[in-house]
T-cell receptor
Framework: TQLLEQSPQFLSIQEGENLTVYCNSS?????LQWYRQEPGEGPVLLVT?????EVKKLKRLTFQFGDARKDSSLHITAAQPGDTGLYLC????????????FGTGTRLTIIP | GAVVSQHPSRVICKSGTSVKIECRSL??????MFWYRQFPKQSLMLMAT?????????EQGVEKDKFLINHASLTLSTLTVTSAHPEDSSFYIC???????????FGPGTRLTVL
C-alpha cells in the first residue's frame, strides 16, 4: 500500500513557467521532507516541515505542509533547467529514528 | 555538514559472487542507517533499517539471508549481497538519520550489475 501519492507523475514545462507538485496521504505525519534526485545520484534533502500549515521558502521553491499534516505541496516559480530532476516527498509517522515513507515521485523536466 | 559516502559507486560481478557495499557518515554519528533499492524511473524502496549494535530490521519481502546488513559503528553500515544473480542488479542507496525530525542524508548510490 502506497501511503504517499504524488501528482503529477511526470511534468515537462518551459523555462520560466511556474509549477506545483502535490503529495497526498490519508495518514498524519509528524514530519515531511522533500528531496530532489538527479540521475545516478542519491536524493538531496531540500526541506523539512513539521507544523501543520507551515510554509517554507528556498529561493524560488515554496513548500507547504497541510493543516492536518496529511499533505504537502511544492511550488516552483520561474522554473530553470537546473530544477530538472526527480522530486520525492517523504513522511515519518513518528519522531525519532523512524523510517520514511517515500512518495511515488514526480519527474520534472524544464525545457530551455 | 551531513555528508554520507558510499563505496563502491559502481560494481560489476559474476553471478554467484558476493558484493559488499559500504555506507559511511563522514561528519556525524548515525545510530540508524537505511538501505534502499531503486529501479529505473521509480521511487525508492526501503529494504532494511540498520541499527548500530543490533540486528537490522528488514522490510516485508526482503530476504535477510540474501542481503546481509552490519552496522558495526556509529559511522559505518555495510550491505552484502550474497550469491548475487542478475535480478539483483539495481541501484542501491544508503542514508543516515540525523536529528529528531527523521531527516535522512543519502549517499551517492551504488550501481550493481550482475552478469
Amino acid at each position: 500500500t502506497q501511503l504517499l501519492e504524488q501528482s503529477p507523475q511526470f511534468l515537462s514545462i518551459q523555462e520560466g513557467e511556474n509549477l506545483t507538485v502535490y503529495c497526498n496521504s490519508s495518514s498524519v505525519f509528524s514530519s515531511l521532507q522533500w528531496y530532489r534526485q538527479e540521475p545516478g545520484e542519491g536524493p538531496v534533502l531540500l526541506v523539512t516541515v513539521v507544523t501543520g500549515g507551515e510554509v517554507k521558502k528556498l529561493k524560488r521553491l515554496t513548500f507547504q505542509f497541510g493543516d492536518a499534516r496529511k499533505d504537502s505541496s511544492l511550488h516552483i516559480t520561474a522554473a530553470q533547467p537546473g530544477d530538472t530532476g526527480l522530486y520525492l516527498c517523504a513522511g515519518a509517522l513518528n519522531f525519532g529514528n523512524e523510517k520514511l515513507t517515500f512518495g511515488t515521485g514526480t519527474r520534472l523536466t524544464i525545457i530551455p | 555538514g551531513a555528508v554520507v559516502s558510499q563505496h563502491p559507486s559502481r560494481v560489476i560481478c559474476k553471478s554467484g559472487t558476493s558484493v559488499k557495499i559500504e555506507c559511511r557518515s563522514l561528519d556525524f554519528q548515525a545510530t540508524t542507517m537505511f538501505w534502499y533499492r531503486q529501479f529505473p524511473k521509480q521511487s525508492l524502496m526501503l529494504m532494511a533499517t540498520s541499527n548500530e549494535g543490533s540486528k537490522a530490521t528488514y522490510e516485508q519481502g526482503v530476504e535477510k539471508d540474501k542481503f546481509l546488513i552490519n552496522h558495526a559503528s556509529l559511522t559505518l553500515s555495510t550491505l552484502t549481497v550474497t550469491s548475487a544473480h542478475p535480478e539483483d542488479s539495481s541501484f542501491y542507496i544508503c542514508s543516515a538519520n540525523r536529528g529528531s525530525y527523521n531527516e535522512q542524508f543519502f549517499g551517492p548510490g551504488t550501481r550493481l550489475t550482475v552478469l
